[in-house]
Nanobody, 124 residues
């Protein structure tokens, strides 16, 4: 069982930055695929970014060049650095973990564990 706890959300003005953190329990964190998703009001949860041991990270097109996913395996933590935020980034952001990368890594079903979410609000 893996527990995920997100932090770092908040209110920021358009153009600003935030860094989200997701602390994970478990002994094999380094082998886990770690994803960030977000869900805006009235919308479905969408994939944002993926970090995995097998290669380069992946991002949804709308955040490429603005968001960066990284991880510190020694701290069992994955981060999402969000720059140049705009109101369309307002959502609850969720951290997710999978014991292995699945073909459905862009979808919720590709992950085994989820955090409780952290609210990000970007004002115009």
């Amino acid at each position: 069982q893996v527990q995920l706890v997100e932090s770092g959300g908040g209110l920021v003005q358009a153009g600003g930055s935030l860094r989200l953190s997701c602390a994970a329990s478990g002994r094999t964190f380094s082998s886990y695929a770690m994803g960030w998703f977000r869900q805006a009001p009235g919308k479905e949860r969408e994939f944002v970014a993926l970090s995995w041991s097998g290669g380069n990270p992946y991002y949804v097109d709308s955040v490429k060049g603005r968001f960066t996913i990284s991880r510190d395996n020694a701290k069992n933590t994955v981060y999402l650095q969000m720059n140049s935020l705009n109101p369309e980034d307002t959502a609850v952001y969720y951290c997710a973990a999978a014991s292995r990368v699945k073909s459905s890594w862009r979808q919720e079903g590709g992950y085994d564990y989820w955090g409780q979410g952290t609210q990000v609000t970007v004002s115009s």
